[in-house]
């Protein structure tokens, strides 16, 4: 995928994996990132993020990554995270080398942060394979709650109305 690139096998059914990539996508757009997600024709689910405006990405500090979801059987899926530096940094960065060593530093420091990023995506899909095969919980009185984030939810509701899960 890039230079920077990490991999997690996940066992949880593939047929969960729109739910997990919906989760996740919430997830990094409250923390301001943009998302996009594609199923491909291969089967596979790709989920592009980034983070960052035009001034950024000239200097080399916008974040970029790209997740790509396989299914490997009926019980996990291959999840693969890489940022494509040579697109979005080797340029700013060759162009920086002619202009100003100063400006060099947020660049590494970009680099260094998408290098993160990819890892932390990772941590997030795990997390809400994890919570995409929890079962509802039911309270002391009937009453039903969210296993991903606890809350309340009706007994004729599909999905949470505070974090957006399954139910």
């Keep these: 995928m890039g230079v920077f690139a990490s991999s997690k096998v996940i066992s949880v059914s593939p047929k969960v994996i729109d739910n997990i990539c919906q989760s996740v996508c919430r997830r990094l757009l409250s923390e301001g990132y943009e998302t996009a997600q594609n199923k491909l ?6 989920v592009s993020i980034t983070k960052g405006n035009s001034f950024q990405a000239v200097f080399g500090l916008k974040t ?52 993160e990023l990819d890892d932390y ?3 997030l899909l795990e997390e809400s394979a994890q ?27 599909k999905f949470c109305t505070v974090c957006g899960r399954e139910v």
């Design 64 to 115: 970029a990554l790209k997740v790509t979801l396989t299914p490997l059987d009926d019980t996990s899926f291959l999840a693969e995270a890489g940022v494509g530096i040579f697109g979005l940094q080797a340029i700013p960065t060759v162009g920086m080398l002619f202009v100003a060593c100063p400006i060099l530093i947020p660049q590494i420091w970009g680099l260094i942060k998408q290098a």
């Design 121 to 123: 995506v990772l941590r």
């Design 41 to 46: 024709s291969s089967g596979n689910t790709e």
């Design 131 to 157: 919570n995409a095969i929890l079962p509802v919980r039911k309270g002391k009185d009937g009453s039903l709650y969210c296993p991903g984030c606890g809350a309340g939810i009706d007994k004729d509701t």
